[in-house]
């Protein structure tokens, strides 16, 4: 009974981990930037790309600085708090120069 049970547990979880790779796409990059007026709507992680929860509101006016790294594009704050923003490395350039064109006051700087 209980080797049973695994073996629905296991193929329950490779059809997850199947759905997840193929229906998802979990580096959707055009959500991670929305604008929304004088607002725009950061979708810092995957799940909050897919899924919409974890999203932070910042106003255009209070992004100071953006800087492009490896796989991460931070977006720092006139507090100088930064908001990273994980991806893929292909998808990080396109990223920082949607978030240089809603944050015409910020600088990007290059690591």
Not at 35 to 50: A, H, K, Q
Request: net charge positive.
């Amino acid at each position: 009974m209980v080797v049973e049970s695994t073996y629905i547990y296991i193929i329950i979880a490779c059809l997850v981990i199947w759905f997840i790779e193929h229906k998802v796409n979990l580096s959707t990059s055009h959500k991670a930037l929305i604008e929304d007026g004088d607002n725009v709507i950061i979708n810092p992680t995957m799940l909050s790309r897919c899924y919409g929860f974890s999203s932070k509101v910042v106003a255009k006016s209070n992004i100071t600085k953006i800087q492009l790294a490896n796989n991460c594009v931070s977006l720092f704050t006139e507090s100088n708090n930064a908001i990273d923003i994980w991806l893929p490395k292909k998808y990080c350039s396109n990223v920082a120069e949607r978030a240089e064109k809603y944050f015409k006051n910020a600088s990007l700087v290059k690591v």
